[in-house]
């Protein structure tokens, strides 16, 4: 009843590919406690996932979605940073969506205007975020999230031990305001 399952190994969905069933369009299972490779799915693709998306709750952060149009609702806390997930028609779609800006200059992430940013510039947000990823900050500035909302889906920090939302480092004055950051719901066991 899957039109596609990956329990290891690394599959991507790309170009203008379709994946139409009333059942299980694809599920991502973990089975290395079977000894059994991670599983990754990365979805990119322009077409249309009609049906239900599985997802093992042991690796969230295993499927990544850059686009495409599904049935499914709540797939947005899957996708990558820099993607918004919008309701169009019949489907919610994913489509890449810039996060913020410094003056008239949009970034795809806020990790990307933050890196772009002269000390003591302003970095804006230009939407609410719903899968936002942690940031490192090792300047002066200000981050004005011009009334939105940045929700967190992954941490950052030391590899390994990655449990920051936003990382500032050491002498640095950082200023947010205007708006709301909080976890995602979703992940907060894994954040």
Known sequence: QYALSNNSGNVSIKGNTNITTDAVAFDVYDYTSAGYTVPVVTVETTGIIKGKVEVSESIPYNLTILGGSFTEDYLDVFCADGVA???NGDYYKAAKANVAKI???EYATLQAAIDAADAGQTVEL?????NGYGVKIDKDLTIDFAG???Q???AVGSTGTESNGFQIFKNNNVTIQNGTLEVNEFFKNYF
């Open 85 to 87: 997930y919008n309701k």
């Open 103 to 105: 003056g008239e200059i």
């Open 126 to 130: 230009l939407r609410n975020v719903t």
């Open 148 to 150: 939105f909302k940045y």
């Open 152 to 154: 967190l889906k992954k």
